[in-house]
Every structure is written in structure tokens, then in C-alpha cells.
Nanobody
Framework: QLQLVESGGGLVQAGGSLRLSCAAS????????MAWFRQAPGKERERVAR????????YYADSVKGRFTISRDNAKNTVYLQMNSLAPEDTAVYYC????????????WGQGTQVTVSS
């Protein structure tokens, strides 16, 4: 089992920045990809960014390319999402997720952290 705990959400003005963190505990010796999803009210959950175990492969949704950066520190079992140039449409609950490296199967979810961007 892998437990994921997000932190770093909050309220920010449009154009501002936030950095989300997700700390993993439990079965951390296995190789996992890590990802960030978000879900806005009335919308489906969408994948925002993904990073493989080594950190050399990343994916970003078109809506966040050039503004968000995903990174990880395997020594700290932590993944980060640096969010710059935030816009009101980025308002959502952000979830950390993990699954076996080399797959797209999400086996573990965090509890979510709220990000609210005011205009």
C-alpha cells in the first residue's frame, strides 16, 4: 500500500503561483509513476501532469503547458507541482496519484487539496 498526502493548496490571485507537494509513505521501495489530477465543480477529473519514476519523462495537459512543472525527489518520496500564472479556470481540487511505473494505471490517490484562484 502507498499513502499519499497533498499539501500546499490555498487561495491565490490570478497571475500568482503555488507549489503543491505530495508525500508518499508506505510501500515506497516500488517504482511508481506520480501524477496530479484536478477536478473542478461539475466537471470530470482530468490529468494535469505525470512524471515517471526516473523523472526523465513528463506529460502535461495542454491547458497547463508552459505554466505548470511537475518534479519529484525520490529520496524524499515527494512529488511537486509548481503552478505559475494561475488563472481562475485552474480552480479545482488537486489530487496526487500513483501507479506502477511503465503503466497508466492509477492505484493510489491522495485526499486532495483545494486550489482557488480569484480574478
Amino acid at each position: 500500500q502507498l499513502q499519499l498526502v497533498e499539501s500546499g493548496g490555498g487561495l491565490v490571485q490570478a497571475g500568482g503561483s503555488l507549489r503543491l507537494s505530495c508525500a508518499a509513505s508506505g510501500r515506497t521501495r516500488s517504482n511508481y509513476f506520480m501524477a496530479w489530477f484536478r477536478q473542478a465543480p461539475g466537471k470530470e477529473r482530468e490529468r494535469v501532469a505525470r512524471i515517471n519514476w526516473s523523472g526523465f519523462s513528463t506529460y502535461y495537459a495542454d491547458s497547463v503547458k508552459g505554466r505548470f512543472t511537475i518534479s519529484r525527489d525520490n529520496a524524499k518520496n515527494t512529488v511537486y507541482l509548481q503552478m505559475n500564472s494561475l488563472a481562475p479556470e485552474d480552480t479545482a481540487v488537486y489530487y496526487c496519484a500513483a501507479g506502477p511505473d511503465g503503466t497508466y494505471s492509477v492505484n493510489y490517490w491522495g485526499q486532495g487539496t483545494q486550489v482557488t484562484v480569484s480574478s
